[in-house]
């Protein structure tokens, strides 16, 4: 009777391996930059995801015309939610189907959007800051920076 418990408690503990080979998501971190010549009250403006939402759309419309805006995009997290007195980094966390990520990537990092000849809107840019397929892997661990306040 002992032995069968001993041998049951050993097939509990078998390690299992498990590779994600294909992993259905890809994540994004990018940076809206502001051309030089931009006012510095527009620089200080925060993003909202619906101003991100509406420069993806465009860069994405003007590098693959009506096809690119039919692409899923996830906002995760945009950065930084409040607005300060001086010029700051905005980032957004994007996620997009896998199969996409090379055309978003290019749609993104080519895109010019704004007007250059106006104080009020500026020009703005995105730039790819991070890009991978496990979004723990991105954020250089545990992922707790994605979701911190």
């Known amino acids: 009777m002992a032995s069968?418990?001993?041998k049951a408690t050993e097939d509990s503990f078998n390690t299992i391996n498990f590779t994600?080979?294909?992993p259905p998501w890809t994540y994004l971190k990018l940076q809206l930059i502001h051309q030089p010549g931009t006012s510095t009250a527009v620089q200080c403006q925060p993003i909202d995801p619906l101003t991100a939402r509406t420069y993806l759309t465009a860069a994405l419309h003007q590098f693959l015309g009506l096809s690119g805006t039919s692409i899923a995009i996830d906002i995760l997290k945009v950065s930084p939610e409040t607005s300060h007195s001086e010029p700051?980094?905005?980032?957004?966390?994007?996620r997009i189907p896998r199969q996409d990520a090379p055309a978003v990537v290019a749609a993104v990092s080519s895109w010019i959007g704004g007007n250059t000849g106006s104080d009020t809107v500026g020009s703005v840019a995105w730039r790819v800051c991070a890009k991978g397929n496990f979004l723990?892997?991105?954020v250089h661990g545990s992922g707790s920076g994605l979701f911190a306040p």
């Open 4 to 6: 069968t418990k001993r």
């Open 20 to 22: 994600a080979r294909n």
């Open 88 to 94: 700051t980094d905005k980032f957004i966390w994007i």
């Open 136 to 138: 723990g892997a991105l």
